[in-house]
């Protein structure tokens, strides 16, 4: 738990160096009862050994021949850096009430943390600590930050070493804290993280509600996104290690790019989803693809890459995924897409935190308060604009349906309202509104066609004219391969290619007063009456040829469409009604498409 070692046997020159430091080789800290906080890095001298051999006697050599330099703008964030770094301060307990300090080290990612206290009797403590140990072991209390407890003496100068060493990014702001100021501080910053975490975990619970309920694939990769982004987070502050792998140091050292990675995916998903690349902008929806492609073979890469190639490349790439993903929320808004609006005004919001995260990353930019935790405010926006622009995205949606459904509306009572132009204003109005329930009621509102449930109201009734001696037969329609025209082109294009079959079968079926409905998915069927098994089979025959003959094109896109047929003409005889006589027609269908599709069979067939 970061114990503090003696250092014995060491010999007399090197104490008599260590007591002989000039004064101003580390600037005095002098510590009061109304300082129970310092920021120890505007005093704070350090040195790069670039080769990570330096001893605490060498380091002390350097520091009284002069070889140690302020920190550059005091700032302690160097980027990533290879070899070791040593910090001195000299510290002067002049507090009553306070002889126990807690050195803190407020970056979670070191890997190897030494501490080195040269008291005024010659007496040398070290403790270590650092990710590269099991938590537990490696801080003086259970804090997501290293830390170590010193004893300073009342009235005698302490000079204290601080060795780093770490393939994460060398940030190193050194601060002392009382124990009663360390209590508040680590209270509100746990309070701080507890509402950030809270609102991540609400965003959370009411999307994945949404999604289970809408089925919507924006709704699931922004459940990824926020999961992936939360636990870069968790990771970055210590608490992963605190919490989840205390006793796993590969753990520890491979969170980081393993998290950036995966948030990175979610991201890209989310943001393909949302915008509809696919649809759009089909060379951007490449890009993101080939982003992801990235990303995946990084996160296993990163399994076995040393920490300090993976994450360099993790954290870098970081500002071309994020650009990319703006520039994608620009263009997209240009095109005219206004959700995207949303999206981009909130991907600003983390595009500034998170960059700034990165610039410290990198020693771009110094650590303060917004740059440290620019990443927390930035994405917390970032993620309630995102919620706010997946309701205004499916508002627009609904919006847009309920637009096809108040024209298709419009357009019947039109039609309506021409046929009864004769009767009186009153029975008009109240003919009108029947009309327009009973119509909406029995409209399919992709296709326009008859619904199923009028087609079996209507189907009813020619069966007791074919009981009476006219003949009657049945079509069962089924477009072929369909699914694969949605997985291929989207399922809008689906939708018109489904609205243009429905009128070419409509348009052919026109002048032989067919009763036509569309039957469920991509599923016809039609009630030729005064036709016989051998009329019905022509007419299927005929509707085949003509959906071969007239590919269906839209927007540049020309797709082939083919159809299987089922005839059956029905005999009054046979018991079951409706029913039984579509499940004739139907098996026959099932036959045509056993026998390879884009097919006329009939019942006539099956029973021989």
Request: proline share 3%; net charge neutral.
């Amino acid at each position: 738990m970061g114990i503090a070692r003696s250092l014995p046997g060491i010999c007399l020159g090197w104490l008599l160096l260590l007591a002989a430091l000039p004064a101003w080789a580390s600037e005095m800290v002098v510590l009061t009862d109304a300082t129970p906080r310092v920021a120890l890095t505007p005093y704070v001298l350090y040195y790069h050994d670039a080769a990570a051999r330096d001893s605490l006697q060498d380091a002390a050599h350097k520091l009284a021949n002069n070889r140690f330099a302020r920190l550059p703008d005091e700032s302690a964030a160097f980027g990533f850096q290879s070899g070791a770094y040593w910090f001195s301060v000299r510290l002067l307990n002049r507090s009553l009430h306070e002889r126990r300090w807690l050195l803190i080290q407020q970056y979670a990612l070191s890997d190897h943390i030494d501490v080195y206290a040269h008291f005024a009797d010659g007496r040398i403590e070290h403790w270590q600590g650092g990710d590269a140990m099991p938590f537990a072991q490696g801080r003086s209390i259970r804090y997501r930050h290293p830390n170590f407890r010193i004893e300073l003496p009342r009235d005698q100068p302490v000079d204290v070493f601080v060795r780093v060493q770490s393939q994460s990014s060398m940030q190193v702001p050194l601060t002392l804290y009382t124990q009663s100021a360390f209590t508040e501080m680590s209270r509100d910053a746990q309070l701080g993280m507890g509402v950030y975490y809270g609102i991540l975990l609400a965003l959370f619970f009411y999307n994945m509600v949404l999604w289970l309920t809408l089925r919507d694939a924006s709704y699931f990769w922004y459940l990824l996104h926020i999961s992936a982004f939360g636990l870069v987070l968790f990771t970055l502050n210590g608490l992963g290690f605190e919490y989840l792998w205390p006793r796993s140091t590969w753990l520890a050292d491979k969170s980081v790019p393993l998290s950036i990675c995966l948030s990175q995916i979610g991201m890209q998903q989310f943001t393909r989803t949302f915008l509809g690349l696919n649809e759009r902008w089909r060379m951007g929806d490449r890009i993101s693809l080939g982003i992801i492609a990235f990303y995946l073979i990084l996160g296993f890469a990163s399994a076995r890459l040393p920490y300090h190639v993976s994450t360099p490349i993790a954290s870098a790439s970081v500002f071309l995924s994020i650009t990319w993903v703006a520039t994608l929320g620009l263009v997209i808004t240009r095109r005219g897409y206004k959700p995207a609006v949303i999206f981009l005004l909130a991907w600003a919001m983390f595009l500034l935190g998170t960059g700034m995260f990165a610039a410290v990353a990198f020693g771009l930019m110094p650590k303060v308060f917004f740059t440290e935790y620019g990443k927390e405010i930035g994405s917390a926006m970032e993620m309630l604009l995102l919620s706010i622009g997946l309701g205004y995205r499916y508002s627009a949606l609904r919006s847009e349906n309920e637009r096809i459904i108040r024209e298709s509306r419009d357009q019947l009572e039109q039609k309506v309202a021409q046929r009864t132009s004769e009767l009186s204003n009153a029975l008009n109005q109240l003919a009108d509104a029947h009309a327009r329930l009973r119509e909406s009621s029995q409209r399919d509102s992709l296709t326009g066609l008859h619904n199923r449930t009028y087609f079996h109201e209507g189907f009813e009734s020619l069966l007791s004219q074919a009981r009476s001696g006219r003949s009657l037969s049945l079509l069962m329609i089924d477009l072929d391969h369909f699914k694969q025209i949605n997985d291929r082109h989207g399922h809008l294009i689906g939708d018109q290619c489904l609205r243009w079959a429905a009128g070419v079968i409509g348009q052919t079926l026109r002048q032989h007063n067919a009763l036509l409905a569309r039957f469920g998915g991509e599923e016809f069927v039609v009630a030729l009456p005064g036709m016989d098994l051998e009329a019905a089979a022509h007419v299927a025959e005929e509707l085949r040829m003509r959906l071969r003959a007239e590919p269906f094109r839209h927007q540049g896109i020309t797709i082939a469409v083919t159809a299987s047929f089922g005839v059956h003409a029905v005999d009054t005889r046979m018991k079951g009604g409706a029913e039984a006589v579509l499940q004739v027609a139907d098996d026959a269908l099932y036959r045509a498409k056993a026998d390879g599709r884009d097919c006329v069979r009939t019942s006539a067939v099956m029973a021989a």
